[in-house]
C-alpha cells in the first residue's frame, strides 16, 4: 500500500495543518483545492519541506469528485483520507432556501462518501488504511442558524459508525473528529464572550485538530475505530 494521503480543503486552515502534520508523520500528500490554488501551492511547499512528496489537485466538490479520485489512482491509492472540505450557507430553517441546504450536502457529504467509497476498494485489498471525517461540535450540539451545516456534519458521523462496521475487519479504520471553535475564516466573526464559555479560555488552533486526525491516521491508532473524537477545549465537557 502507498503512502500516500488525501486531504480535502487543504489549501489553508484545519486541511492545510493536517496535509503538513500528514507529511510529518512520512505520508505523501494529495493537497486537494476548491479556489484557493496559491494557499494550495503553499500547502504543498511545507509539506515538501517535511520531506514528502505533495500534489496540488482542484475541483469544485459541489459537482465532481473525478479529479481526486484519478490522483488517488495515479499513486496508486491513498493509506489515508480526509474528508475535511466544508462549506456553511447559514440561515434559520424558515427562510432557508433549498439550494443553501443543497451546496452544504453536496460538498460536506456527497463527496466525502463518494471519495471514501473509491479510496476503500484499494484499503480494503491492501487491508490497511485510515479514513477520518471532519465533522464539528454542531453537529454533535446543533447551532442556531445552521441547520444545513449541523445536519451535513451529523451525517459524517453516522457515515464514520457505519462504515467502521463495515470495514472495521479488513484493517481499516474509519473515525471522525469534531473541532470545536477554531481560529479559521470561519470563525472570524464570533462573539468575545464564547471564550468564556471554553475551559481552555482559547479557541482552537488549526494545528489542534490536525495533531489529532494525525494520531487517527497512524498505526498508533490500528485500534480506534467508529468513534468521534471532540477538539474542543472541553467546551461540551
Known sequence: MSSWALVTG???GIGAATAVSLAADGHDVLVHYGGDAD????????CEAQGAEARAVGCDLSSETAPLTDAMEEVGGVRALVNNAGVTA???ALSMKDEAF???WEVNVDAAFKLTRAALRRMIRARDGRVVMVSSVVGLHGNP????YAASKAALVGLAKSLAREVGGRGVTVNAVAPGFVETAMTEELDESLLERIPAGRLGTPDDVAGAVAFLCSSRAAYVNGTVLQVDG???A
Request: hydrophobic share 40%.
Open 10 to 12: 487543504a489549501s489553508k
Open 39 to 46: 494557499g494550495a501551492a503553499r500547502t504543498v511547499e511545507a
Open 90 to 92: 447559514d440561515g434559520l
Open 102 to 104: 443543497a451546496r452544504t
Open 145 to 148: 442558524g445552521q441547520a444545513n
Open 234 to 236: 472541553g467546551l461540551f
